[in-house]
Nanobody, 124 residues
Framework: QVQLVESGGGLVQTGGSLRLSCKASGRTFNSYAMGWFRQPPGKEREFVGGIDSSGTSTYYAEIVKGRFTISRDNGKNTVYLEMNSLKPIDTAVYSC?????????????????WGQGTQVTVSS
């Protein structure tokens, strides 16, 4: 079993930046891939970014590409999401998840464990 705890959310102005962290425990961190998803209020959950177990390959949703960067520090059992040039449409609860199985990084069904989420609010 893997436990995930997100942190770093908060309130920022349009154009601002924020870095989210996801701390993992319960299993060797560097043995699995990770992903970030978000759920805006009143909308369905959507893919944000993914990263393989070694950190050598990353994947992004088109709507955040060039603004968001996913990375990991296996020595700290932590994955990060650096968010720049934030917009009001980025307002959502952001969750990290564990991807044990091979498959599409964009599909939430390939992820087995999820954190509780952290709120990101971008004001106009």
């Amino acid at each position: 079993q893997v436990q995930l705890v997100e942190s770093g959310g908060g309130l920022v102005q349009t154009g601002g930046s924020l870095r989210l962290s996801c701390k993992a425990s319960g299993r060797t961190f560097n043995s699995y891939a990770m992903g970030w998803f978000r759920q805006p209020p009143g909308k369905e959950r959507e893919f944000v970014g993914g990263i393989d177990s070694s950190g050598t390959s990353t994947y992004y949703a088109e709507i955040v590409k060039g603004r968001f960067t996913i990375s990991r520090d296996n020595g700290k059992n932590t994955v990060y999401l650096e968010m720049n040039s934030l917009k009001p449409i980025d307002t959502a609860v952001y969750s990290c998840a564990v991807k044990y199985r091979s498959g599409n990084y964009f599909d939430a069904r390939y992820y087995d464990y999820w954190g509780q989420g952290t709120q990101v609010t971008v004001s106009s």
